[in-house]
């Protein structure tokens, strides 16, 4: 990609983050901390000027026709601004990842390895109506050494720039921290967007946050370093040796307490012995609690009201309160039915026989398997990472839930007194 | 990408190995390190049968003028043979990645996640004449529980024909393994390698081998993940506190002992405070050595012999008897040329100064730095990886030199019994 094919203003903007990361790479986490109490005290303080801009975004999307569900993302609360800063402090208060050392070995010549994980550089995300992920993302990627570069929507452009002004306004108030830090992409047309997915030479990762269709736009556009947070069609398989009212709970929370999220149980794979008995009771609850059925023959000839599964059904991502159910023969056909239809997310089991669960959380290819507990503990914030930069569903770099760890890299650091390769 | 546009060939292939992989990813150590001895002894029978095979190749490439060269390495001998197989035997002898528990912790509802380390699946690896790579790569992939797609170049095709017929029939006398573990795709046509490129499904890590050429043509056009095996513009600054008899070793070793590879030194940068008596006697003794200097005005003034650095001599990657040389005034000088024109693979220093040491360390942004040693430990084997897949310098997945590691990713195991989420 050519530099004239990126236009000034984007460039610019990564640029400047590209800069600054050379001073964020080295902040101590004493001094980076610092910046992350005075970028909340900063937004606490400045409350009401940033719903005055958001006034302005809100009007606007109104006056546009904007949904309703949107519009309510899109506003800034007074609990939501609280919300945004205590993200910022527990941001604040997790370890540190840069300096980790990983791993580390001395050779016989003498020279010694140490693996330390070190920031990425520039952290570019994209994400869309709600403003207080600007504020978040910032905390994250401050924290782990990054300068960030921040692209959200136009629907909340106002909002983005008050905050992101709140931000730059704080760091300058600090001597060791870069002023230019934190960068907004204040361009919101769709060619800026593309020429963010292209700038190669100044972004070392760009996350999405968003929808299928801002996932479908960077996995065809993107040249820079990506992590995607992809689908979840993920599956639960109840073994022949499954603890029965574990599996129905199991169930029943991984389908119905948010059945809109990634992680919520799409397909139920139950073993041929729990069919006559078990498999009716718990679809007669599953229904009580609104859910539709979706099932094989086996399952329609024991539960007679579920609908006729197509094909199709086995790999969609509902996100809605149906459930597709197939009868297996056991672990294998459950292990080739994910493997055929799965999107490689989350995978569960509920099994006693511990073979069966061993066999299943080695065989699995996706990015988390839940052994007698719910996939909906697929959550950054469920495995202890504070706030979340999203689930990855791809296996180089990061897989399964993002924390702080996904925005840093490891570094080689060789020590020796001397030796040279003589060869 | 749909499938039509994939050669059923490719497609075929790559299926293949796909479902070979569902059974590989779950073999033991015991029986891959079988695999890897009936591997490594089969080659050892058909000694004559992969020669016959190769001298086809080597008319072949004769015929058509290509270089000699070219031609030596095509060329399989005897030694050869025996390097392929006790570099399958070293693979053996290597500690298994899969199963490696990274990192593990529990969480206040008692649910307990482990992160294991797994195979990928299906590694792709493009190479070029050099067929003893067909072996090495298959060997390495077996080791790491993954199958193996492989596609070397049209001048090697019978060798590489006869090698992966070889192993296949090796692996067809074992129970345990796949027969479709390893495969080759046997078109040579760059349409073929377009076409694995764009294998996304079947595909979880492609490797490219070889030149640069290849390296674009992978960057161009790659859908399915990639690690590259990127340039080594390498730099040793040399500081005021340096130890001057290690320096001098330090940069001599790394400018001549392989001008050739990516880990030898391409610029030397030098604080002024040795410009006058430290300089002119190591250039001294480079330019006894064959090599040419190319330097600033600083360097210049104390040694007339250089010849005028350009600009572009700063980012060029010699891989030659040439080296570029500047004066600095010190370690921030050193870090933002290097920053500047460095292609963050392996940057080295010579420094006695433990706080000039840790900074450079810290902040050099390449995948490997080294201290007070050569550069030229930045490989596989020296790092203690046995057989080398190459040298990352991406910064996502794998950086620096990789070994099997690298053809393994992290899953999230969560362990409970019976736990909810009820948010």
Not at 171 to 183: E, H, N, S, T
Not at 217 to 222: G, I, K, Q, Y
Not at 273 to 284: I, Q, R, T
Not at 285 to 302: A, C, I, M, P, S
Request: some cysteine; proline content about 3%.
């Amino acid at each position: 990609m050519s530099e004239t094919a990126i236009s000034e203003t984007v460039i610019e903007v990564c640029r400047r983050a590209r800069e600054a990361s050379a001073a964020t790479r080295e902040l101590t986490t004493q001094v980076k901390d610092r910046a992350l109490v005075a970028i909340a005290d900063a937004i606490d303080a400045a409350r009401e000027s940033l719903q005055a801009a958001n006034a302005l975004d809100v009007e606007a999307a109104r006056a546009a026709g904007t949904s309703a569900t949107l519009i309510d993302r899109l506003t800034l609360t007074d609990r939501r601004i609280t919300g945004m800063t205590s993200a910022i402090r527990t941001v604040r208060d997790l370890p540190d990842p840069v300096g980790q050392v990983v791993d580390g070995w001395s050779r016989p010549n003498g020279i010694h390895i140490d693996q330390v994980r070190e920031p990425l550089g520039v952290v570019a995300v994209i994400y869309e109506a709600r403003p207080n992920v600007t504020a978040e993302v910032a905390a994250l990627c401050l924290k782990s050494g990054n300068a960030a570069v921040l692209r959200g929507s136009s629907i909340a452009m106002h909002t983005n720039v008050a905050i992101a002004d709140v931000i730059t306004e704080a760091l300058r108030g600090l001597d060791d921290v870069p002023d230019d830090a934190v960068q907004l992409i204040r361009d919101a047309s769709r060619d800026a967007a593309l020429e963010l997915l292209h700038a190669d030479e100044y972004i070392d990762l760009l996350v999405p946050r968003g929808g299928p269709g801002l996932i479908a736009t960077v996995r065809e556009n993107a040249t820079v370093p990506t992590v995607i947070d992809g689908d979840g069609n993920c599956h639960v398989y109840v073994d022949a040796s499954a603890d029965l009212a574990m599996a129905t709970d199991i169930v029943v929370n991984g389908k119905t307490s948010r059945p809109s999220v990634c992680n919520a149980v799409e397909t139920l794979l139950v073993h041929e012995d729990l069919a006559d008995e078990w498999l009716p009771k718990v679809l007669d609850e599953l229904q009580g609690l609104g859910v539709e059925v979706r099932g094989d023959v086996r399952t329609r000839q024991v539960w007679p009201s579920a609908a006729e599964a197509q094909d199709s059904d086995w790999s969609t991502e509902y996100l809605d309160l149906i459930l597709a159910v197939r009868v297996v023969s056991g672990l294998d056909e459950a292990l080739a039915h994910i493997n055929r239809y799965g999107t490689r997310n989350a995978e569960g089991i509920v099994a006693q026989d511990i073979a069966v669960a061993q066999r299943f959380a080695r065989a699995i290819d996706s990015g988390s398997v839940f052994v007698n507990t719910s996939t909906r503990y697929s959550d950054g914030g469920e495995f202890g990472y504070g706030v979340e930069i999203g689930v990855s569903t791809q296996k180089l770099h990061s897989r399964g839930p993002m924390g702080l760890q996904s925005l840093t890299c490891v570094k080689n650091v060789v020590w020796g007194s001397g030796q040279i390769r003589v060869l």
